[in-house]
């Protein structure tokens, strides 16, 4: 399935008072990973893909993060992401950050397609991802 | 006019590895203490009155802060809030931050009153503030 | 064991362009729950408290979060926190978002108990949790 | 003097509920981009200047920012960032970001050189910069 290396940097203002990453900060690099994905499978910008589906996001129903080894301001973090899996409606996500070559961080997500409801504009349901997308995001990786 | 004092918590998740306050995490601050300012005033949710009043809402077009002593996590401050100025179609906020009853931080913003601008709905423009709503942010301070 | 229940409210700054809460901004929430449980627990601010026991603090080596129902800007939410394992230098908490009674979030988190390592002080070390600390962690829920 | 520009992009998580970058944001990227004119300026990381110079860092003690085009996500931008003026303790600092050529945002910083409080471990002090960080940051600007 599809694969995609985001690198970003840790920051000052990501870190706490004992000099790490503070650890919901891995969550902000992780959505914007899975951005990331998104925008090279379907060959566009977020902005531009939510209005092609005519959709309203992928939000996150479960997520599950592991930390091996904290990561500082100044590090330069590499995370390789990739679907793991691809169902009527959601789909499952991998993370592994890496510094230095070594792992620091793993991110596991599981989102939904959603639209707003027709019924209550309030409220989002889930809706199967168009066929198209399901294809472009289950592709072999690209070198 | 109008003023409000809202009290809220420094976090070790808004402190840098200084082990102070990250001084952007002062501007969160600030931009609840405005909407709870706009709550008080109009006797609603923010949700609600952007309905009520069919507007996008009141983004900052210039702020400035003043940072006269750290604050760190744990500590309890308070915000006073007021309307210093109202335009036509823009106002002026300033923010007090006091930290065990000394001044830590001053902050101080304009803002415009915006909708979706009708020709571009990706565009946004300035509009004149109703004038309920100009007559309750220039009330008398409540006790 | 040890339970607390934080309020908070969600805002405008922690809400996305989908008008819900961006999910990072849950373990914001989630942390500071667990600094509540833990200054309930030990009677004292998490600033004393990394002083009393000298040590670096709890940083998390995994976490999950189920996201149930979307929350928004106004919301008032209900984080109960429980202590459900204490080990000997990890223990485990979770973490009920309720708004208005209906379960919007759930937070699971491994945490241990870390020193600077004295061997290299960029390091962090696990260390044993002082007995007197598992002994309030571990305390029968207060009413 | 020494300038730098520093090129990010607007993510979906810095966005609020009227789809464009929520004002904050812009600090915690005008806080990146002094560190990295910082880093260009010295030579080294942040991490290690800290150390090297042995101090604590450079917090604000003012700051100003004007907004005057919303940015969104996705969005690319650049910052130019530029010292002003150099005194003895303090130093300005003025951020240009522009997306797609045109000026979104400009921000702008007084800053202090401080030390940890010999005589008083939790505070700060300012003090001098050193000579010869103040003859990196006054250099002609580099090409």
Known sequence: MLSNTYRTRI???DCDPAGIIFYARYFDIFDISTTMLFERALGMKKIAYLKAYDFLGHPLVATRGRFLRPTR???EVEIETAVVACGRSSFKIEH???FAGALAAQGYETR???VRDPANPKKMKAQPIPAE????LTQ???A
């Open 11 to 13: 920051e000052w203002g």
């Open 73 to 75: 301001f100044g590090d």
């Open 96 to 98: 592994k950050l890496t």
């Open 112 to 114: 939904v397609w959603v």
């Open 133 to 136: 997308v399901v294809a472009k």
């Open 140 to 142: 072999a990786p690209v």
